[in-house]
């Protein structure tokens, strides 16, 4: 499409704004282990942690014996392009309980060994380590079993905090599927934390949702309500995305029917949120869409499209629209060590005049060694107007529905917009479905700020200041503006 080729022509311009490093905090799933040309280099443009299955099946087909040559590739290449290794230590293994998850005193033991075979050739890399991905879920065999999923934990944390090989590797768990969010006395995360959370040095879990990212907050408190019984340990948000599958996607699910600018929009605040929270690692699934059919959910949750393309080792995956925003959000958000993010509470909108609005985030960047090194400000809001359906309003366009040349008629054939006179942007475009909202900021940085949007670009207006009353205003939707401070006013 013609404005996703001016979108990647504006990157390498806008992207010299800020002058921190970019985020260590987020990361993207992968699924290979021996990249295409090309690949990782792209990832590292947005993301700094990759998280990958190892397959002990795979590792160990003799018995006691351990092939770590594809495991080697992975992290050396990864590490190459300064990108952390998050590893799942997973699945099961067919020289030992029948190939199910290990349920057996000789198959929790073997696991075991493993695990710590992994740890200790890889130790001292910073990598992330992960005991399973999803066993409350279809990943633990035959069913999910609480007290059989904590044994193993239990087992593999004692070990590694015995060995001094791997006493100072970060371990974490229990990876689990979005049905965590039970808060019922006695439940598999209740099981889970009372027995194992002592040797995580992080929980993660996977909050999967057809809501708006801004939703899991609630699920987060309930999490860190049920963990505080049993210690305090950081959270990690290591699988969450929105699939971009046609409607209706095969097999229904709640994460499809998401757009492409859709999906970019929530990739954003989904990372934003979870920093914002105190999320250690956010972890966006997926990578690259596993496939070319728009209908099957599994396929479409990628930041880029499915094919490799050999002629272009810069980007050797047609972004999707979700990979440019996280590109830009790597170099606008500092979620570092020494860096803090909070939220200004005083927001006022055209929506709640003259109350604050709940719905409007503004999130302001502070170095925590120098409070006067400030990051560009972050706004967006959960509570615009939706815009009437039918609207063909160019004030709010942004995503692309046709290519370069398309006609008005073919255009409109597809339920999109077409403008005419031709102005700027893409000039076929889905209906908006969003109006601005004003926001009036109380407490922002004095001074001016020039504007970017999603995907980098400026904005028009391209600069905000504060008023002589202290107050900013801007207008905001829900795709998040950055704010770039210029001077002090």
């Given at each position: ?7 990647l022509a504006?990157l390498?311009?806008?992207l ?20 295409q040309a ?10 700094s942690i990759?998280?990958?299955d190892?397959n ?5 087909s003799?018995?006691g014996e351990y092939?770590f ?6 992290i050396t290449?990864l ?6 290794p998050y590893?799942?230590?997973?699945y099961?293994n ?8 290990p ?8 696991f075991t060994?493993?695990?710590i075979?992994?740890m200790?050739?890889f ?5 992330i ?10 990943f633990w ?7 059989a999923?904590a044994?193993l934990?239990?087992?593999v944390?004692k070990?590694?905090?015995s ?11 229990p990876a689990a599927?979005?049905?965590?969010m039970?808060?019922t006395?006695?439940h598999?995360m ?5 027995q194992a959370?002592?040797?995580f040095?992080?929980?993660s879990?996977?909050?999967?949702r057809?809501?708006p990212?801004?939703?899991?907050v609630?699920?987060?408190d309930?999490l860190?309500k ?11 948000s ?7 599958c ?5 097999p229904?699910?709640f994460?499809?029917?998401?757009s492409?600018?859709?999906q970019?929009?929530y990739?954003?605040?989904?990372a ?13 699934y ?7 059919n728009?209908s099957?959910?599994?396929e479409?949750f ?7 393309r050999a002629d272009n ?27 803090e993010?909070s939220?200004?509470?005083q ?18 960047q502070?170095?925590s060694?120098n ?11 959960t ?17 692309d529905c046709?290519?370069y040349?398309?006609?008005?008629k073919d255009c409109?054939?597809k339920g ?5 006179p031709?102005?700027?942007g893409?000039?076929c475009y889905?209906?908006?479905t969003m109006f601005?909202?004003t ?5 922002a ?5 020039n504007?970017y949007?999603?995907?980098g ?10 008023a002589?009353?202290g107050?900013?205003?801007?207008e905001?939707t ?12």
């Amino acid at each position: 499409m013609e404005s996703m080729r001016t979108i990647l022509a504006l990157l390498c311009c806008c992207l010299i704004v800020v002058d921190a490093e970019s985020s260590k905090k987020w990361g993207v799933n992968i699924h290979y282990r021996v990249e295409q040309a090309g690949e990782t280099a792209m990832l590292a443009k947005g993301f700094s942690i990759a998280r990958m299955d190892t397959n002990w099946g795979a590792i160990e087909s003799v018995k006691g014996e351990y092939n770590f040559t594809d495991m080697e590739i992975l992290i050396t290449t990864l590490l190459a392009h300064d990108v952390t290794p998050y590893l799942i230590l997973d699945y099961g293994n067919p020289l030992y309980d029948n190939g199910l998850s290990p349920y057996s005193e000789e198959g929790r033991s073997a696991f075991t060994n493993f695990s710590i075979a992994m740890m200790t050739r890889f130790s001292g890399k910073d990598i992330i380590w992960e005991i399973w991905n999803e066993p409350n879920g279809g990943f633990w065999k035959p069913v999910a079993n609480a007290t059989a999923y904590a044994a193993l934990a239990v087992a593999v944390g004692k070990a590694k905090q015995s060995n001094p090989n791997t006493k100072n590797e970060f371990l974490v768990g229990p990876a689990a599927d979005p049905g965590w969010m039970d808060d019922t006395p006695g439940h598999w995360m209740d099981v889970v934390l009372s027995q194992a959370l002592q040797y995580f040095d992080a929980v993660s879990v996977h909050p999967y949702r057809s809501k708006p990212p801004e939703t899991v907050v609630q699920d987060y408190d309930n999490l860190t309500k049920l963990m505080k019984k049993y210690g305090d340990k950081p959270l990690i948000s290591g699988e969450w995305g929105y699939s971009t599958c046609v409607t209706p996607c095969e097999p229904p699910n709640f994460t499809g029917n998401t757009s492409d600018y859709q999906q970019a929009k929530y990739l954003v605040r989904q990372a934003l949120i979870n920093w914002l929270y105190g999320v250690k690692y956010t972890i966006w699934y997926d990578w690259r869409n596993g496939g070319t059919n728009t209908s099957m959910r599994e396929e479409m949750f990628g930041t880029v499209q499915s094919t490799y393309r050999a002629d272009n080792t810069s980007y050797p995956y047609e972004p999707k629209q979700s990979y440019l925003a996280a590109v830009v959000l790597h170099q606008f958000a500092f979620a570092d060590e020494g860096w803090e993010v909070s939220r200004i509470q005083q927001v006022v909108s055209n929506n709640t005049s003259p109350n604050t609005d709940p719905g409007a985030y503004v999130l302001t960047q502070k170095n925590s060694a120098n409070p006067s090194d400030i990051g560009p400000m972050i706004a967006w809001t959960t509570t615009s107007s939706p815009i009437p359906n039918g609207s063909c309003d160019a004030s709010y366009k942004h995503e692309d529905c046709g290519f370069y040349g398309i006609s008005q008629k073919d255009c409109e054939s597809k339920g999109c917009c077409y403008e005419t006179p031709y102005k700027s942007g893409p000039q076929c475009y889905y209906k908006p479905t969003m109006f601005a909202s004003t926001l009036e900021i109380s407490g922002a940085p004095q001074g001016c700020y020039n504007l970017y949007d999603l995907f980098g670009n400026i904005k028009s207006p391209n600069k905000v200041c504060t008023a002589s009353t202290g107050v900013l205003t801007i207008e905001v939707t829900d795709e998040p503006t950055y704010l770039k401070k210029t001077t002090n006013f």
